[in-house]
């Protein structure tokens, strides 16, 4: 396409991410493209700029740039993943019906392209997914490359919508597991700093600072941020296994909110817990000896109501790898603690 066009968003195509749009009409253009795009502003939405994780409405008007030729040979097809990739992410999956996918994300693994996260990532990986469809799953949701648990895909885009409105209307619970520096005071409770991008860092990796809820007026571009919290087990005053609940869905929301309490993330660089440094009311964050220096954050409970049965379901994933060797270091026991600490056992 060697010239600009303008598309409206139609009552199909509305209520979804700009990106997803974007790959719904023009699947030879990357992620990574499609995001660079928008940072540069040759992509607008009603003539203003926008973000790739913008979502798009009916009736919108959109601004589509020239794009490169579709007969041009993509980065990545179906056929560049190899046999290893191809089984690692269908044995990451846990459970699978005609309409949703949920996987046990492996720590390392992105789960989307673009901003330095290379060609290798879930989302690329999702053709591996397709068990007879025509079209390969949809992300609905992210983690972080390093955090490793429960990620959910939609099999159709009616499907994709449904889970996408019900996670913007929070009426999906996730309960994230985490060891952490020292021993948080109380021991349950909420954490509502704002958020706000640092500057200086690339897209989704970006560093995140945390704002008092009493200046978030003099911030403008701090975003409102919720997570529950609760101490599950604790090692002296040295370390701590999480239960973390984010009632918001801010990038680096659970690592960022635990730097500011003083007890980061375990094996967390970015914000402090792959240092030795006492960050908190205890030991510090460089634990050292036998623990690994991965993050230690994992998605442990997804609940979310089935958009087709309308039943609820909830999922369970396993520990990854590291996580386990730490647990047993500690003599941890994964069933010795409630599944949801916050009260709703349902």
Known sequence: ???????????????????????????????????????????????????????????????????????????????????????????????????????????????????????????????????????????????????????????????????????????????????????????????????????????GDEKMICVHPAKMADFPEAKRAQTDYFVLWFLGNRLSWMALEPVTGRTHQLRAHMAEMGHPIIGDGKYGGGTTENMGDGWGAGMGGDLSRKLHLHARMLKVQHPITKEMMTWIAPLPEHMQRTWKTLDWGENDVPLDPFGDTE
């Open 1 to 203: 396409m060697s010239a600009v066009i303008l598309l409206t968003v139609t009552e199909e195509d509305g209520e979804q991410r700009l990106d997803r749009w974007f790959k719904k009409r023009f699947p030879h253009v990357t992620q990574g493209h499609v995001e660079k795009m928008c940072r540069t502003g040759q992509v607008r939405v009603d003539s203003a700029r926008c973000k790739a994780s913008d979502r798009v409405i009916p009736g919108q008007t959109i601004r589509v740039p020239p794009l490169p030729d579709e007969s041009a040979p993509a980065p990545r097809r179906a056929g560049s993943i190899t046999a290893a990739d191809e089984k690692m992410i269908q044995n990451a999956v846990l459970w699978k019906d005609d309409h949703i996918i949920i996987l046990n994300k492996p720590p390392g693994l992105p789960s989307q392209g673009g901003s330095g996260q290379g060609d290798r990532h879930v989302d690329g990986l999702c053709e591996a997914l397709k068990f007879g469809y025509k079209e390969k799953p949809k992300l609905v949701h992210r983690l972080d490359k390093d955090t490793s648990g429960l990620l959910m895909l939609a099999r159709t885009d009616r499907v994709a919508r449904a889970l996408s409105e019900a996670l913007r209307h929070r009426l999906t619970r996730k309960i994230y597991w985490a060891a952490v520096a020292g021993v948080p005071h109380p021991r349950k409770g909420s954490i509502k700093y704002g958020l706000m991008k640092a500057g200086g860092g690339r897209g």
